[in-house]
């Protein structure tokens, strides 16, 4: 399979240790492709991130700024508020989409796996999505962004390092330049806003996100079961 503009991959984004790794699993196992090149297997606890979109993601940052922190995993407002200007501008766009070998990145992404439905549910994870969007959202018109939105509490953190990170973000401006990215040109349909917390707890809030991904809703026995099979303190 080639690349097609046409295409309409997913887009998970959110803050670095705010859910989006359970969530790109939980996504997973339900059938939705996240990559050949995926840093472990469905069944671990792990960043489940392509490494081709990952490697993309950071050449694009580092591109544009000079010796920022790895990921922008920092809570120093300057960077992001640098990345800002960068891309505010057309030419910047163009510079950082012409350093995408998008024909050879699709093909690392989707290494020896059967083609995958172009109309079905497949993208990539990466907290970089939500800085990064406005460039993929050039090369691919039609793409998809499902955010994760999580609440910061010290209940909700869990039990990671990533999740410590996200605890020490002390204002709410670095969160949110993650859990609320740029999504401007995106279709409103298109776009979709997980509550992580509330999904993990209520049914009919994760089923909304399986209506958007055109699945059909899970009952109450295996929505439990799937949580079950996939929850990180195994």
């Not at 960077?79 to 800002?84: A, G, I, L, R």
């Given at each position: 399979m080639k690349f097609d503009s046409k295409m309409s991959p997913i887009l998970i984004c959110g803050c670095h240790g705010g859910g989006t790794s359970y969530t790109t699993?939980?996504?997973r196992w339900q059938g939705v492709f996240a990559g050949a090149d995926t840093t472990c297997s469905m069944f671990e606890r792990?960043?489940?991130e392509s490494k081709c979109f990952q490697i993309a993601n950071e050449t694009m940052l580092q591109t544009a700024l000079t010796d920022c922190p790895v990921g922008l995993r920092t809570s120093e407002l300057s960077?992001?508020?640098?990345?800002?200007q960068k891309i505010a501008s057309d030419s910047m766009l163009e510079t950082l989409k012409s350093h995408i070998d998008i024909e050879l990145l699709f093909?690392?992404?989707l290494g020896d796996e059967k083609p995958i439905n172009?109309?079905?549910n497949w993208g990539w994870k990466d907290p970089r999505n939500s800085l990064t969007l406005p460039i993929w959202k050039t090369i691919f018109p039609e793409l998809r962004v499902l955010v994760v939105v999580k609440e910061h509490s010290e209940?909700?953190?869990g039990k990671s390092s990533s999740g410590s990170w996200f605890k020490s973000q002390s204002t709410k401006y670095v969160r949110q330049k993650y859990m609320l990215p740029n999504v401007a040109g995106v279709k409103p349909e298109n776009i979709f806003y997980f509550k992580f917390d509330?999904?993990?707890k209520e049914l009919n809030v994760f089923n909304g996100m399986r209506r958007w991904l055109n699945l059909p809703d899970l009952s109450?026995?295996?929505f439990t079961a799937l949580l079950e099979k996939t929850r990180y303190d195994k």
């Open positions: 699993k939980l996504l792990a960043t489940h960077w992001f508020q640098k990345w800002e093909s690392n992404y172009i109309n079905g209940e909700k953190l509330l999904a993990l109450q026995d295996k």
